[in-house]
């Protein structure tokens, strides 16, 4: 079977993203957030002692997101290079996300602060699962698509996950806001109910993923300990990144800006909740602007790409957000501005940017290799930056948000990481090669 081109493998391949962006959304963005702010707040207390200490609700929320990825950036480096020396990448996607799948579903046995263990737990092993998936899910990219088509087909699976994890919101929301059509089910038991399918909705179509995915597309036949010859295989990559100026400018950009875009995933509900007091079926709708509107962004800068280049057109989505920071931070009634509309207005121009700055920096990063055949362990350099900047980013937004009590003061953070981004990405455009169009960046 001719594995480059082949529609049926791409449409199985974007299918994950339909599977897994349920976990981004509902317990990510949308329900889990706002639940875990009600089981943990009241309105004289917003503080909860979790392992001996006490913590703000929201910022433990942040803290436990980059307890996750921390442990995800310390191990998909080796488990990427093993896989790809021994020719696993679709096992070690399958696992991570079963595992995923899984702590979704044991959300909805945390029902009050003393089930919270489970609620922190969960997330932090949901959010591994995902993390961990994902790194694999990237690297099959280069193998299922030529340089051409890249930005389209990474951008059809972005499209596929907007749709898929808005199809199941939409569906929990029913629960929520009509109990009648479900028997007169309270809203906290309809929010569980949602958690549980998040799990089942990830497993069961992360199956015609798994059917259809080649696996060990390169045909290696490994010999000798896994673990120590995939130390080597991390070496080898190492230092071929070392040497290649191209990829290491991009990585740190990608390791800045990201760090900016993974924050607003995980904050927005938060900061409109916390600092905005914008009731829980806006946010949700807002949420749902979001990513309805992303879906346009994502094929929008793959044609934007086409026609200015890759580096072009991220730079002009940095700049964006950069100016949706500045928005973000005047959002308050002091400066005369309508919160609940400029809130809606920055959310519906985040899902543009965000669509767009996602996509195009999966397609970027797998064209400007070099030709290899360890993709997972070139991806998992890609999944270092990505995880690392997703740690510091909800850390220093956890941390400055409970040393100063605002949420505003986190958000200056936020744009200097996307004015460093962009700073980086104007390097890159300066050399000629780094802004051709068609099949290049």
Known sequence: M????NKKIIRA???YDWANSSYSLV??????????HAITTTPENNTVRFLGRNFNSDSLQTYAISIAFLVIAAINPLLSSIADYSGNKKKFMYFFSTLGAAACSSLFFF???????????????????YAGSIVFYNAFLPEIAESEDQDKVSAKGFAMGYIGSSLLLIFSLTMILFPDWYGGISSGMATRIAFLLVGIWWFGFAQYTFHYLPNNVYNRKPEGKFVRNGYRELKKVWNELKHTSRLKTFLLSFFFYNMGVQTVMYVATLFGDGELHLSSSILIAIILIIQFVAIGGAYLFSTLSRRFGNITSLCISLFIWVLICIGAYFCDKKYGVDEQTMFIILAAVVGLVMGGVQSLSRSTYSKILPETIDHASYFSFFDVCDKLGTVLGTFAFGFINEQTGSMRNSIIVLASFFIIGLFL??????NPSDALKGSQV
Do not use: H, Q
């Not at 990405?425 to 300066?430: A, G, I, P, V």
């Open 111 to 129: 029902t009050s602060l003393d089930t919270l263990w489970i609620g922190v737990f969960g997330v932090v092993l949901a959010a591994i699962g």
């Open 425 to 430: 990405l104007l390097r890159m455009r300066k």
């Open 2 to 5: 001719n594995i480059k081109g």
């Open 27 to 36: 317990i990510t963005s949308a329900l889990f957030p706002i639940y875990f």
């Open 13 to 15: 391949w974007a299918m």
